[in-house]
């Protein structure tokens, strides 16, 4: 239970940061100059710990990871991932990633890249979400 108030957590936060203010796209919004939401469609993807992962040493499992970040990279640079994280509790979901791509088709695509689920470490489940367009979450330098 504790996943799903993280994850209202997340959703209520990048709602509040999005710059938008109203749902509604009525006549009654539009004649009190309230500004509509834009929606669109992301793909969720929960990142599961694998069941029967594979046992690996040190060294590959950090090979794999560092994979795993540089292609969490290459999405965020390509614009299509707009937020990625852990889970910090050591459950069985272990992540997320928010995709901003076209199809579930795509999604899936992206994903086949990446090292954590094609070792067997990871399995993805994907959702389709519907959401205000314009995710953004800034990305600071690190120092």
Request: net charge neutral; glycine share 6%.
């Amino acid at each position: 239970m504790n996943n799903i108030k993280l994850i209202l957590l997340l959703f209520i936060s990048l709602v509040m940061t999005s710059g938008n203010y109203s749902f509604s796209q009525d006549n009654d919004s539009l004649k009190n100059n309230e500004p509509e939401w834009e929606m669109k469609t992301y793909y969720f993807v929960f990142l599961n710990a694998a069941p029967d992962r594979p046992k690996i040493d040190s060294v590959k499992s950090a090979e794999i990871q560092a994979g795993h970040m540089a292609n969490i990279d290459k999405m965020f640079k390509a614009g299509k991932c707009r937020l990625a994280g852990p889970f910090l509790d050591g459950g069985e979901m272990r992540g997320i990633f928010i995709l901003d791509v076209a199809s579930e088709e795509e999604a899936r695509e992206l994903l086949s890249y990446d090292p954590a689920i094609n070792s067997g470490r990871l399995i993805p489940v994907i959702k389709p979400w519907f959401g205000p367009a314009g995710l953004i979450v800034e990305r600071k330098a690190r120092k």
